[in-house]
C-alpha cells in the first residue's frame, strides 16, 4: 500500500516560465524524501510555454499539472 505524500506545494501560474524554472530548481534543492511531497502546477491559461517548461522539467517529486484553456484569474 501507497502512503499518499504529506506535502503539497500548489503553484498557480500565468505567464511566469522564467520563475516557474527557477522555482522548481529550488524545489529539487529540498532535503525531503522524494515519496513525502508532490509537487502540483495550474497554469491559468499562459501564453509564454510556461505550461510545456514544467512538463518536461526533470522534478524528483511527483508532479502533476493542469493547463486552463484561457486566462480565467486567481478566482
Keep these: 500500500m501507497n502512503k499518499p505524500p504529506s506535502i503539497s506545494i500548489v503553484i498557480i501560474g ?3 516560465c522564467q520563475q516557474l524554472r527557477e522555482l522548481l530548481i529550488s524545489i529539487n534543492n529540498l532535503n525531503i524524501k522524494p515519496n513525502n511531497l508532490e509537487v502540483v502546477y495550474i497554469d491559468d491559461g499562459s ?6 517548461m514544467f512538463s518536461s522539467f526533470e522534478v524528483r517529486y511527483k508532479k ?3 493547463r486552463l484553456p484561457k486566462n480565467l484569474g486567481r478566482v
Design 64 to 66: 502533476t499539472g493542469k
Design 14 to 16: 500565468y505567464n511566469t
Design 47 to 52: 501564453s509564454d510555454n510556461s505550461y510545456n
